[in-house]
């Protein structure tokens, strides 16, 4: 049987009572599904000390393709590409246990900066066939989108499997509403629509999945 992605979204967090990766990668799904490429979708806690544990559980519940996980980011009105993680936990606003790190570490005595190993142009490549607005990014952030890119990193390339996470854009409308509850959630009115949002998350497991051997 062939392996799936693991596709990862977050649930609410801070300013964001919804957080629309759980529609992005609920739709990315199916339609991955659709066209024969299998899936196991999962949303995570936005809780830094729950993290490792689940990728681990997720990962002991059988062989995977690959990771693709996916954060929610008022910052760009286009879809990130992140190309590292850093091990650095830096929050400006507590996570959902109400943690709040300083200037920490994600994992004592390991690298301190993890690139993915991922074909970044041809994922560029994909997303420009597709005419999805997008950039690579070198930041993707010190909160729990870096951590569950990190931890991701740490677990898949020993296995010689991608790890890759992309920053997505909020929903039509939905920044202004967390710009009314946190003046800091958001930079603007930025959005992508739903459909576009999910084109990207297939184009790029595509990509991703097409460079992975399948089976076993």
């Not at 936005?46 to 681990?56: C, E, K, T, Y």
């Not at 993680?85 to 109400?98: C, E, Q």
């Not at 958001?186 to 790029?204: F, N, Y």
Request: aromatic share 4%.
């Amino acid at each position: 049987m062939d392996r799936p992605l693991l596709l990862m979204g977050y649930g609410a967090f801070g300013a964001w009572e919804h957080n629309s990766t759980v529609d992005v990668t609920a739709q990315a799904a199916v339609e991955l599904q659709r066209s024969g490429i299998p899936v196991r979708r999962h949303i995570a806690d936005v809780s830094l000390a729950r993290l490792p544990q689940l990728l681990d559980r997720l990962l002991d519940e059988g062989p995977v393709a690959g990771i693709l996980a996916t954060g929610l980011s008022g910052r760009s009105a286009d879809v990130e590409v992140e190309c590292r993680a850093l091990n650095r936990a830096h929050f400006t606003f507590p996570d959902i246990d109400g943690y709040l790190a300083e200037d920490g570490v994600l994992l004592d005595g390991a690298a301190s900066i993890l690139e993915t190993h991922s074909d970044v142009a041809a994922l560029s490549s994909a997303l420009s066939a597709a005419g999805i607005a997008h950039r690579l990014s070198t930041d993707a952030g010190t909160y729990l989108c870096n951590a569950m890119y990190f931890h991701s990193l740490l677990r898949m390339q020993p296995r010689g499997l991608p790890a890759l996470f992309l920053h997505l854009p909020p929903l039509p409308g939905a920044a202004l509403k967390a710009l009314e509850r946190n003046p800091r959630a958001a930079v603007g009115d930025v959005s992508m629509p739903l459909e576009v949002q999910v084109a990207a998350v297939v184009a790029v497991a595509t990509t991703l999945v097409g460079r992975v051997p399948q089976g076993g």
